[in-house]
């Protein structure tokens, strides 16, 4: 039975992964989650230093293939080694995480409806968008707080990369998705989501008691 693939996009800070643990809460049994971030590439060449500086807000800093090939593993009915991204070092860490095939499968990230062959994986295609200030908040507290960064660091990042990648590679793809939502706590929007998850389960479920 192939799963159900929901992407979830939006700008830093904007309440992606509020939305996708709901989904994920909702349906706890059905559901595994991928990060597009941890198919960041490995940088293991280049210095620290040299690796702070490099724009993580472009499509060419993920391993879009490989995830790809893990998606068609998924679907499979295949488990994969998910990489494990360390945002400290900037760098893909030597761990990995195991994803198991499940009936429904989020991948989250900034880009993620900006690949067209991502896109033409999804059934249900998600934009999260929210006030550019309060991202940067959130994106503050969040790097401070859960990934060890210092201030400075993360207001150079967003002046120089992800703001001017926001608006080049993100946004747009607001435009490509099926449901855009104002917030990761929209209630209506969760509502919608959930339904269409649920309806597309019961029906590969009658299918599956049909044959």
């Given amino acids: 039975m192939k799963p159900i693939i929901i992407g979830i996009a939006g700008g830093t800070g904007s309440g992606k992964s509020t939305f996708t643990n709901k989904i994920r809460d909702a349906f706890p049994q059905d559901t ?41 593993k998924l679907q499979a009915g295949e488990e994969v080694a998910c990489p494990i991204y360390d945002y400290t070092m900037h ?80 946004e747009p793809t607001r435009a490509l998705a099926d449901v855009v939502l104002n917030s990761g706590m929209n209630d209506v929007a969760f509502d919608v989501v959930s339904a269409k998850i649920r309806s597309i389960l019961n029906k590969n479920e009658a299918s599956l008691h049909h044959e």
Avoid: C, W
Wanted: net charge negative; proline share 4%; hydrophobic share 35%.
């Fill in 32 to 72: 595994s989650v991928i990060y597009y971030d941890n198919y960041y590439k490995a940088q293991d060449s280049m210095p620290f230093e040299q690796r702070k500086l490099q724009n993580y807000d472009h499509p060419d800093a993920l391993e879009t293939d490989l995830l790809l090939e893990h998606l068609k």
């Fill in 91 to 170: 760098n893909r860490s030597d761990r990995v995480e195991i994803i198991k095939p499940n009936p429904v499968i989020i991948i989250e990230g900034i880009l993620v409806l900006q690949d067209e062959r991502l896109r033409n994986q999804m059934d249900i295609k998600v934009y999260v968008d929210a006030d550019a200030d309060e991202r940067i908040l959130r994106r503050v507290i969040r790097d401070v707080q859960e990934r060890g960064r210092d201030l400075q660091g993360i207001v150079d990042q967003y002046l120089t990369t992800v703001k001017p990648m926001h608006y080049i590679y993100v």
